[in-house]
């Protein structure tokens, strides 16, 4: 499916599909070479722009974190014609300073999964290697941070997400060695999407929402389901604010470095290239063709 206008892909739960004025919705089935994506992607128009809303672990909650097929995504958010994302997802506080209901704009990962295969377009006759020193897209991220103080949100501006696998939250000693660390917040789904998003030229950013002090704060409850969905209940009318927002500042041409990551990450010589490979990534080295 073609868009002429650049669209711009929001990630999260089902709240954020809710905006006010989030207008002509209407729900898209794609199919991937890399499987189902979580679930239908809804299009439409928000604040002047076309958008596409995937609900990350599918409408009603039915996807495990180490279950979301993050190609998939963010291949037929590519085919959709998008090339910013906006991610919202629930993080654990890894440090005081980062309350519940707070927003932290992330810019670094520690990967703590084991899906690495999983995690790249790449294989199979072709080899890439992108740079991912920074893994958020900045340009995006200064955006966000403009918006977030606009709305008046509690925001901090950087910090590390420890990517853990889950579903089970942290035990107590995993998170006081996270907190000691000096990492910043903790969470089961963000990398994943951050790499291929960069190796689908996609400008990517996460705007992480604290639910709780994950569990090495012994002065506080420990992480508790009921806990996580109360605080994101509670920053529901920031994040749509926020995203609302920051869609008009995001620009209308897709030329910032992100949009050429590939340009010197691919490896085999394009006469090697596998026909059946070279299909399954059309959308993504539709320009190197």
């Known amino acids: 499916m073609k868009n002429s206008t650049p669209r711009v892909g929001i990630i999260g739960g089902s709240g954020l599909y809710h905006i006010e004025g989030f207008e002509n919705q209407k729900w898209v089935k794609v199919k991937t070479p890399f499987g189902d994506p979580s679930d239908e992607f809804l299009t439409g128009t928000l604040c002047g722009r076309e958008v596409v809303f995937l609900p990350r672990h599918g409408r009603g909650h039915r996807i495990l974190p180490t279950e979301l097929n993050h190609r998939a995504n963010i291949w037929a958010l590519k085919s959709l014609g998008v090339q910013w994302i906006l991610s919202a997802s629930a993080v654990g506080s890894l ?51 403009q918006a977030a103080k606009a709305c008046k949100a509690r925001v901090h501006n950087g910090g590390t997400y420890v990517n853990m696998e889950g579903p089970a939250f942290s035990t107590r000693a995993e998170s006081q060695l ?51 969905i109360a605080n994101l209940k509670r920053n529901a009318a920031t994040a749509q604010a926020i995203i609302a927002n920051v869609l008009p500042r995001i620009p209308t041409t897709a030329d910032w470095p992100c949009h050429s990551a590939l340009q010197n990450a691919i490896m085999t010589d394009r006469t090697l290239w596998p026909a059946a490979t070279k299909k399954a990534l059309k959308p993504i080295l539709a320009k190197y063709l």
Not at 97 to 118: A, G, M, N, S
Not at 125 to 130: D, E, L, M, N, W
Not at 199 to 207: F, L, P
């Open 178 to 228: 996270n907190h000691k660390s000096g990492f910043d917040v903790i969470g089961m789904t963000n990398l994943g999407e951050a790499r291929c998003a960069r190796e689908a030229e996609i400008a990517y950013a996460t705007m992480a929402m604290v639910t709780d002090y994950d569990c090495w704060k012994t002065d506080e409850a420990h992480v508790t389901v009921e806990m996580v």
């Open 95 to 145: 440090q005081k300073k980062y309350k519940p209901c707070d927003f932290v704009l992330v810019d670094q990962f520690i990967d703590r999964t084991k899906r690495d295969l999983e995690h790249t377009f790449f294989g199979k006759g072709i080899v890439a290697h992108i740079a991912f020193a920074d893994p958020i897209c900045e340009e995006l991220r200064a955006l966000l941070l």
